[in-house]
């Protein structure tokens, strides 16, 4: 295990449609965030799980964003009738429980762009 | 509420010469504190951290970064720049151990050669 996973790389998708990205956090990282990074822009907090638990979610965008993390290990983030202003990178990071101690690993992201 | 502000949009240094990346915080509680930098289309790495003991904290790639409680700063430095520095650098800010890590909007750094 080398890192934290992110699937897909790039997702263009047309207005409206809704889409899924998937998280695979580093194995033994029973915390997993999501963060959403904006052109120009620092990365964005939007909700994190502890195992299964998510924990903190009114920072989501919208009643439109969701996110699972049903076994505690992978977690998806899904978006639906996806607008425009959702373009934008998808980060997702673990750490082990207090992540300020030990460090969050930062994924890859998936880049979203709606067209 | 805990916020970050990095004053510099974009640094200009030429190769060996030292550089600086200013960051300054806000926070109720203790400051733990992160820089991150982030290649084109990549995801951010991790450089420092800053949780308690010395103000001054040496990190990957021969960065460092000093700890100003007085000045609330966290600025990041490295005392002979390379080509392959150049990047976006952003600090980051959690209060006392929290979960939510709360980011600058990120600095560009370009080394010259």
């Known amino acids: 295990d080398t890192g934290v996973s992110q699937d897909p790389r790039h997702k263009i998708t047309k207005r409206g449609q809704n889409v899924t990205f998937r998280c695979d956090p580093i194995s033994e990282h029973n915390r997993l965030y999501w963060y959403r990074q904006t052109l120009g822009q620092g990365p964005e907090f939007l909700t994190y799980f502890q195992n299964e638990a998510q924990l903190e979610k009114s920072r989501l965008l919208s009643d439109r964003f969701s996110a699972e993390r049903p076994k505690g290990s992978f977690s998806t983030l899904e978006i639906q009738r996806t607008e425009q202003g959702d373009s934008a990178m998808y980060l997702c990071?673990?750490?082990?429980?207090?992540?300020?101690?030990?460090?969050?690993?930062f994924g890859s992201g998936t880049r979203l762009t709606v067209v | 509420a805990q916020s970050v502000a990095q004053p510099e949009d974009q640094v200009n240094v030429a190769e060996g010469n030292p550089l600086t990346v200013k960051c300054t915080y806000s926070?109720?509680?203790?400051?733990?504190l992160f820089w991150y930098v982030q290649y084109p289309n990549r995801g951010l790495q991790f450089l420092l951290k800053?949780?308690?003991?010395?103000?001054l904290v040496k990190g990957s790639y021969g960065f460092e970064a000093e700890f100003n409680k007085s000045q609330t700063s966290f600025h990041l430095k490295k005392p002979s720049a390379l080509v392959s520095d150049s990047a976006l650098y952003f600090c980051a800010v959690n209060r006392n151990a929290g979960n939510m890590l709360t980011f600058g909007g990120g600095t560009r750094l370009m080394v010259k050669p």
């Open positions: 990071a673990s750490s082990l429980t207090q992540g300020a101690n030990y460090g969050y690993t």
């Open positions: 926070v109720s509680g203790n400051p733990y």
């Open positions: 800053y949780i308690t003991g010395d103000n």
